[in-house]
């Protein structure tokens, strides 16, 4: 079945390590993104892809990175610069330029920094 | 500056009642797209409903329908005839511009339903 598939579910690590969070789709969508999601925050967008070799920074993009060097993956390193990287994880992707582009997301990833 | 603002943090409505989720926008693009989702306690995003800039008629899916007023730049979630599932997150969503696939999200309205 055609979806996204984040891995791993759960993570936890020690303060100061670099984590990298998986985000594949097999949807054959351009567009890939990384959200973060805290309680009372909603989804803030971390980074954005629109196509292969390309990203851009959302609204949060401080103490992460990100790569597209394939359309069906979008990894994101949390890395030891982030000050607090305790957090939800959500990859999603979209069709662009037509439709609705709706994204479609994956079941997410959690984070624990202890 | 934030863009979603969803003014109510939780709701409590009686089972079997229409209830209305309150979301406004801020942008100066003439063309953008609205989306609201649904995130039970499961954690997983659920799509529900979309309208666009241009559409005319306002959006309706199922017991979702979306009241569109432009002028005052709102996109309130209606949901007819409550149900114990519609328990949940509620988040509202924008597409700002035709090139740019950048979507930000509101910080949610948590709806419970009461039996």
């Known amino acids: 079945d055609g979806g996204i598939t984040q891995s791993p579910k759960y993570l936890f690590r020690k303060e100061g390590q670099n984590v990298t969070l998986s985000c594949e789709q097999n949807?054959?969508?351009?567009?890939m993104y990384w959200y973060r999601q805290d309680p009372g925050q909603g989804l803030r967008l971390i980074y954005y892809?629109?196509?292969?070799?390309?990203?851009q920074k959302g609204d949060i993009a401080e103490g992460y990175s990100v790569s597209r060097e394939k359309k069906e993956s979008f990894p994101l390193t949390v890395t030891s610069a982030q000050k607090n990287p305790t957090a939800f994880y959500l990859c999603?992707?979209?069709?662009?330029?037509?439709?609705?582009?709706?994204?479609?997301f994956g079941e997410g990833s959690r984070l624990t920094v202890l | 500056a934030q863009k979603i603002t969803q003014t109510q943090p939780g709701m409590f409505v009686q089972e079997k009642e229409a209830v209305t989720l309150d979301c406004t926008y801020d942008?100066?693009?003439?063309?953008?797209?609205l989306f609201w989702y649904k995130q039970p306690s499961s954690g997983e995003m659920i799509f529900l409903i979309y309208?666009?800039?241009?559409?005319?008629q306002n959006a309706t899916e199922g017991r979702y329908s979306l009241n569109f007023q432009k002028a005052r730049k709102s996109a309130n979630l209606v949901i007819s005839a409550s149900q114990l599932g519609d328990s949940a997150m509620y988040f509202c969503?924008?597409?700002?511009?035709?090139?740019?696939?950048?979507?930000?999200f509101g910080k949610g309205t948590r709806l419970h339903i009461l039996p």
């Open positions: 969503a924008m597409r700002e511009g035709d090139r740019d696939d950048k979507i930000i």
């Open positions: 942008t100066s693009d003439q063309s953008y797209g």
């Open positions: 999603a992707s979209s069709h662009s330029g037509s439709g609705t582009g709706e994204l479609f």
């Open positions: 892809s629109q196509i292969v070799n390309d990203f």
């Open positions: 309208q666009g800039s241009y559409d005319e």
């Open positions: 949807l054959n969508h351009d567009a």
